[in-house]
Structures are given as C-alpha cells and as structure tokens.
T-cell receptor, first 111, second 117 residues
Framework: QKEVEQNSGPLSVPEGAIASLNCTYSDRGSQSFFWYRQYSGKSPELIMSIYSNGDKEDGRFTAQLNKASQYVSLLIRDSQPSDSATYLCAVTPQGAQKLVFGQGTRLTINP | GAVVSQHPSRVICKSGTSVKIECRSLDFQATTMFWYRQFPKKSLMLMATSNEGSKATYEQGVEKDKFLINHASLTLSTLTVTSAHPEDSSFYIC?????????????FGSGTRLTVV
C-alpha cells in the first residue's frame, strides 16, 4: 500500500464548477497535510495546509481532513482555466520532518 | 518570506561528468533541506534529507556515493550528481522551511532540469 494515494486523473471540470480532489494516507499518526499545485515544468507551490479535522477555507480553496478515515480532500470553487495543473497531496508522517507525496491528480478546467 | 533559490535551472552534461546543483534559503536559516527527483508525469520522490553540519540521510535505493550532498551552512545545500548517466536525467527539486514555521508547508526551489547526453 502506498503511503499517500491519489487518483491520477485526468479530472476534467467545466469552468465555474467545483473541482474535488481526494487523497488517502496510510500512516494514522500523520500530523500535517498539504496540497500543492504544480504546473508543467515548474516546481510545486503550496496551496493549502491543514492539521486538524474539519474544513479550512482560503479564498476559492477548501481543504477537508478526516483523520479517522485517513482522508484529505481539496475543493476548488468557481474553477478557472488557470487552475489547470497537477495537484499533489503531501503528508508528514508521524515523527518525521519529510513530506511524502501522492502521485498527483491532473486537473483540467474546460472553458 | 521563506524563499528558496535553486541553481542552475537547466543543465546539459555529458555522460561520465559530474554536475552540482545549489539550493539556497534566501531569507531564513534552514537546518534541514530536502532533495527530490521527479520523472516526467510522475510524482516527487524524496532522495535525501540534508542536515546542516552532518551527514545527509538517504532514502532507500538512493546511492549516496552517486548523489553527494553537502550542507555546509545554514543557507546552502548542494547536490552533486557524480559520473552522470542518461538515466539520471530528471527534474531535481530542493525544499526547506524556517525552523520557526515547523507546522507550515515547505517551500520549493524552482528546480533543475538535468539532461545527460
């Protein structure tokens, strides 16, 4: 079982709709959870971080964490073509500083 | 704040030669930096954890004699790919974060596209 799993997609969403990205992780003791966006040929940039159960909203982005189900998601409201990218879920395992990444979900927003 | 600079952005080298990649934290001190490798359409794979003033910690399957890491100061870590071969061609990315921002996400450098011919 991979430490962090995501659906690789591609996921296609019409402009203006809500894009929903999902991620599961295997280490139940994980403490920190992150969503990164990566455009083709570029390095990842941090979109959201979440540490406790529930929702965290920042502009058009909402991260959701459910530690009991070992599940973290990212919602993008009012999707824009500029949101088209690969979204990487990353987790810090218990007792570690490093980030473990999922394989990424490729998102395409269709005008 | 929390800017990480990586250099060079692109490098082409001949098989058998060595290439050094630099990663600098510009506005903070980083006792720990991380080096990742990413193949096309794949996710980031952690290669090693670079620790200031001590030996790097390598992930399983990463050859420490081939990928030399030096973290001689609190703002600079270097990755040297020794005796490079075409299969080492990849996108190498470093990351770090300020110690006082331990609960925040890591910032990534802009990456280095290495092509070995």
């Amino acid at each position: 079982q991979k430490e962090v799993e995501q659906n690789s997609g591609p996921l296609s969403v019409p402009e203006g709709a809500i894009a929903s990205l999902n991620c599961t992780y295997s280490d139940r003791g994980s403490q920190s959870f992150f969503w990164y966006r990566q455009y083709s040929g570029k390095s990842p940039e941090l979109i959201m971080s979440i540490y406790s159960n529930g929702d965290k909203e920042d502009g058009r982005f909402t991260a959701q964490l459910n530690k009991a189900s070992q599940y973290v998601s990212l919602l993008i409201r009012d999707s824009q073509p500029s949101d088209s990218a690969t979204y990487l879920c990353a987790v810090t395992p218990q007792g570690a500083q490093k980030l473990v990444f999922g394989q990424g979900t490729r998102l395409t927003i269709n005008p | 704040g929390a800017v990480v600079s990586q250099h060079p952005s692109r490098v082409i080298c001949k098989s058998g030669t060595s290439v050094k990649i630099e990663c600098r934290s510009l506005d903070f001190q980083a006792t720990t930096m991380f080096w990742y490798r990413q193949f096309p359409k794949k996710s980031l794979m952690l290669m090693a954890t670079s620790n200031e003033g001590s030996k790097a910690t390598y992930e399983q399957g990463v050859e420490k004699d081939k990928f030399l890491i030096n973290h001689a100061s609190l703002t600079l870590s270097t990755l040297t790919v020794t005796s490079a071969h075409p299969e080492d061609s990849s996108f190498y990315i470093c990351s770090a974060r300020p110690r006082e921002m331990e609960r925040y996400g890591y910032t990534f450098g802009s990456g280095t596209r290495l092509t070995v011919v």
